[in-house]
């Protein structure tokens, strides 16, 4: 009989308080932002425009706007955008 592979408890633990506290805190957190924050914003809509060639840039990494376009769709705030954006990038590198 085959094993599944399911994550252990404590795994499941670390994903839920990290999760927990992550929501917890993105609204306390989501209207303080840096200049980096702000050029992270400025690509994600440039991606949304399909302005595909101004997005391109040598020293912003296209994570976060590749995250945050799909939320700043949606209608939701580009802090707010930002935050669950490293928040999601957080728990794809724990899980």
Do not use: C, Q
Not at 15 to 29: E, K, Y
Not at 56 to 68: D, E, F, S
Request: without cysteine; proline residues 7%; positive net charge.
């Amino acid at each position: 009989m085959r094993k599944r592979n399911r994550p252990d408890l404590p795994t499941l633990l670390i994903l839920a308080l990290f999760v927990g506290l992550g929501a917890a805190g993105v609204r306390h957190f989501a209207a303080r932002i840096n200049p980096d924050a702000i050029s992270y914003i400025a690509v994600a809509e440039h991606l949304l425009a399909g302005r595909w060639l101004e997005s391109v840039n040598g020293y912003w990494a296209p994570l976060y706007p590749w995250l945050m376009a799909p939320l700043l769709a949606v209608g939701v705030a580009a802090p707010l955008a930002g935050r669950l954006a490293s928040l999601a990038a957080g728990l794809a590198a724990l899980g």
